[in-house]
């Protein structure tokens, strides 16, 4: 089935016929998502309305963590396999990925401020989520500052497996070390810390940016892939 | 060998190499890499008394105490409670504002210094706030559950 997809001209008919269809069901659990979350959920017995950031602020989360495994694992596939479609996929994700992490590290400043008393603090959870934005700035800055994009590919490459190491630290920083983030409160291997009240909205929520990113990821994979033809053609005329 | 198997070998020589360094690097980091210490390594270190340090616990019910003090001509509030780690006790010393959610028996992080032996001057007090998320109900029903298991 990926080989099938792997043909540019069936991908590029794939993602004109499904990616808006994508969109629009992230527009629809959005509006479900914030519905829920401003209306149809309970204010926390400590923070009160302030929890509702959390519907925001953890999604995003989950997936500047998540974009960059994606990243990591397309990295790692091109070095050893040299496929262009994972440079691709990396090219495509890595600002996707910043901005979610921009939007965690914004939201979590802001429930911080009233929450903790501070809008920052350097402890080990903020710090390795900032050094995780500050990868993904290198991986777009390397990605189009070559000429060749080959080139910027592979060194991006090396930085997204060298940058891997931040995932467990992000992961597990609040267990590791003392911190002033709270310890996670959804795992695999117990019941989740969170009234069920409070779960909806966010489960929604994160379904809604799932919607939205791989809509957006095949928008741009696709606009890579034509970007890549014109580059082709123009460097044949100059010939 | 063919080119793909040698990339393969020197990724995964590459990868191992990095993430071993990354835990020696992290290992040997451990101290800066604390927010806050707890109340029993306070007392197991000794600190500067000029160095600031932050010290993290619960804060112990009923320990808190507020007054209204005169310092140059302004009206502020002098907070005192203790940091418990339910093994080892500080004594906190603080003028300020509190954060919203600075409650007896929550969580919170204190920075300051030590400057007489056996009470802390804390310059900042931050909230810790848990992983727990419930509607106030709950919160309710449950403490009204803990409180009749104690009888």
């Not at chain 1, 926390?44 to 995003?60: A, F, K, L, N, S």
């Not at chain 1, 921009?102 to 911080?112: E, H």
């Not at chain 2, 800066?32 to 109340?39: A, M």
């Amino acid at each position: 089935m990926i080989f099938k997809f792997a043909n540019p001209l069936r991908f590029q008919k794939f993602v004109s016929k499904y990616q808006p269809t994508l969109l629009y069901l992230s527009l629809i659990f959005l509006v479900c998502g914030l519905f829920f979350s401003f209306f149809n959920s309970p204010p926390d017995y400590m923070q009160g309305e302030t929890v509702r950031i959390m519907y925001i602020h953890v999604p995003c989360a989950w997936f500047s963590l998540m974009i960059y495994s994606l990243i990591a694992i397309c990295s790692l596939f091109s070095i050893v396999f040299k496929h262009t479609l994972a440079d691709i996929i990396s090219r495509a994700s890595a600002p996707i990925g910043a901005s979610f992490t921009l939007a965690t590290l914004i939201t979590g400043s802001i429930w911080g401020k009233p929450t903790w008393g501070t809008w920052w603090v350097w402890d080990a959870r903020l710090t390795s989520e900032l050094i995780l934005f500050f990868i993904y700035l290198g991986l777009i800055l390397i990605t189009t500052s070559y000429e060749d994009k080959s080139k910027g590919d592979r060194y991006a490459s090396i930085l997204a497996v060298v940058g891997i190491v931040n995932l467990p630290i992000i992961k597990w920083s609040v267990d590791w070390w003392n911190t002033l983030h709270q310890p996670a409160s959804i795992s695999k291997l117990s019941s989740p810390s969170i009234d069920q009240s409070m779960l909806t909205p966010l489960f929604i929520m994160t379904i809604s940016f799932l919607f939205f990113f791989v809509s957006v990821l095949l928008m741009r994979i696709k606009a890579e892939i034509i970007q890549r033809k014109i580059d082709v053609i123009r460097f044949n005329r100059v010939d | 060998m063919k080119p793909k198997n040698k990339r393969l070998l020197t990724l995964i020589a590459f990868v191992t190499m990095t993430s071993l360094g990354f835990t020696i690097l992290l290992v040997s980091l451990r101290e800066n890499l604390i927010f806050f210490y707890s109340p029993t390594e306070v007392f197991e270190k000794t600190f500067d008394s000029n160095k600031k340090i932050r010290v993290g616990g619960m804060v112990k019910k009923k320990s808190v105490e507020k007054k209204i003090k005169e310092i140059d001509g302004r009206k502020l509030e002098e907070i005192t409670f203790i940091i418990t780690d339910y093994n080892k006790e500080i004594l906190i010393l603080y003028v300020g504002i509190l954060p919203d959610l600075f409650k007896e028996g929550q969580g919170v992080v204190v920075e300051g210094m030590i400057k007489n032996p056996g009470v802390f001057n804390a310059t900042n007090v931050l909230a810790k706030h848990d992983e727990n998320y419930m509607p106030p109900e709950i919160k309710d029903i449950k403490t009204i559950k803990e409180n009749s298991n104690g009888i």
